[in-house]
């Protein structure tokens, strides 16, 4: 079974930094693509960022374009979001989803149906 688990979640001040880690189990990462997406209160859920298997493109949400990082870890199964200079507007619950076939741009990053294995998010507040 496909599972994607959230973590790394938590208050920050802004200005300040984050990792949040999405750590898969049932299949390998490197050969699926990997997108995280974010949900503010009230708010439709909006890509953040997304890595292609195998060495593709990454994509990342002109929002966080130069403060956030997308990466991965093989040997740990694990996807990372490195989130900097933190905003209040970061604030959101964050979800990673993995999906095979398709290789990261601006339409999977945006595309949460394109996606079909979701973890159970993880939240970030970025508050004084």
């Known amino acids: 079974q496909l599972q994607v688990v959230e973590s790394g979640g938590g208050l920050v001040q802004p200005g300040g930094s984050l990792r949040l880690s999405c750590a898969a189990s049932?299949?390998?990462?490197?050969?699926?693509?990997i997108g995280w997406f974010r949900q503010a209160p009230g708010k439709e859920r909006e890509g953040v960022s997304c890595?292609?298997?195998?060495?593709?493109?990454?994509y990342y949400a002109d929002s966080v374009k130069g403060r956030f990082t997308i990466s991965r870890d093989n040997d740990k199964n694990t996807v990372y979001l490195q989130m900097n200079s933190l905003k209040p507007e970061d604030k959101a619950v964050y979800y990673c989803?993995?999906?095979?076939?398709?290789?990261?741009?601006?339409?999977?990053?945006?595309?949460?149906?394109?996606?079909?294995?979701w973890g159970q998010g993880t939240q970030v507040t970025v508050s004084s």
């Open positions: 989803a993995a999906v095979r076939g398709y290789y990261c741009s601006a339409n999977v990053n945006s595309n949460s149906r394109v996606y079909n294995d």
């Open positions: 049932g299949f390998t990462v490197d050969y699926y693509t």
């Open positions: 890595i292609s298997s195998s060495g593709g493109p990454t």
